[in-house]
């Protein structure tokens, strides 16, 4: 129930923005179920251009933004939730929405804040060929019956799982040893996504970050370097691929 609840949300949000000709892509939990790992997320993350967000934000007031200057959601560490750890943390968003008498969440998310190495999201479906972006409806996604079940709502535009893979990947890179907290979100996410077991989804990120995968996954193949990951972020520093890193000891900034 509450994740055909979930489903409806991130369907209705992503129509009203594609009605609007702002277009949005779905990232966090909920779109992990997508690339093949099954959670029970409550919340719906919703990534938009960041000259779309103002719109984004005032086509959703249907919603009912959020003002509590309180709210914990205003905290990258949440307090006093009793869920599982790995949902204490969180990147706080531009806005957001509770629903479902707070039982749900939607967020809305600058893309240069979650997915800034992907180019600006367009309207449409994306391309078949499109090495990012899909539809829960491409039939080589991992999870056939978690497709189905979005098979009768608006098409929302989501990560290939290797993107997603990439995403999670880019995103501990940025925050990993800047920002311990997200650092630490974004290190439960990969875990969650790791194929190592048998029986999980295998998959794919792009060539570059395998043996930073195989790290992370504990595979430890002859040519693998241990430190493959935090070689990768220096790499990827270096070449500015993570744009603006984080104030280091930027915990303290987001309590
Ligand atoms: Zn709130």
């Known amino acids: ?25 779905l990232y966090g939990w909920e779109a992990m179920n997508l690339a093949g ?9 919703l990534v938009v251009n960041d000259n779309t967000v103002q719109a984004a934000i005032a086509i ?11 709210c914990n959601e205003l905290l990258v560490r949440r307090r006093n939730v009793e869920s599982p750890q790995r949902l204490h943390y969180h990147p706080v968003p531009a806005a957001h929405y509770h629903m479902g008498n707070g ?24 391309a078949p060929n499109d090495p990012y972006l899909t539809l829960p409806t491409d039939p080589s996604l991992p999870l056939p019956a978690v497709s189905g079940e979005w098979r009768n709502l608006h098409p929302i535009t989501i990560l290939k799982p290797g993107a997603f893979v ?14 311990e907290r997200l650092g630490a979100l974004y290190s439960y996410m990969i875990a969650a996504l790791c194929d190592s077991e048998p029986g999980t989804v295998k998959k794919t990120p792009r060539a570059e970050f395998q043996p930073a995968w195989d790290c992370f996954n504990g595979r430890f193949p002859a040519v693998t370097d241990p430190l493959s990951e935090m070689k990768l972020r220096q790499r990827l520093i270096e070449r500015g691929d993570l744009g ?12």
């Open 1 to 25: 129930m509450a994740q055909n609840n979930t489903k409806m949300i991130a369907s209705e949000a992503s129509r009203m923005l594609h009605g609007a000709s702002i277009p949005n892509v």
């Open 37 to 45: 790992v099954q959670t029970n997320s409550l919340e719906v993350e």
């Open 60 to 70: 959703s007031q249907k919603f009912g933004q959020c003002t509590d200057s309180r």
């Open 103 to 126: 039982q749900y969440l939607l967020s809305l998310f600058l893309k240069s804040a979650i997915l800034w190495w992907l180019p600006d999201l367009q309207l449409g479906a994306p």
């Open 166 to 179: 990439d995403a999670t990947i880019l995103l501990f890179c940025r925050n990993a040893c800047h920002h």
């Open 244 to 255: 603006v890193l984080p104030p280091e000891r930027g915990d303290e900034m987001n309590q």
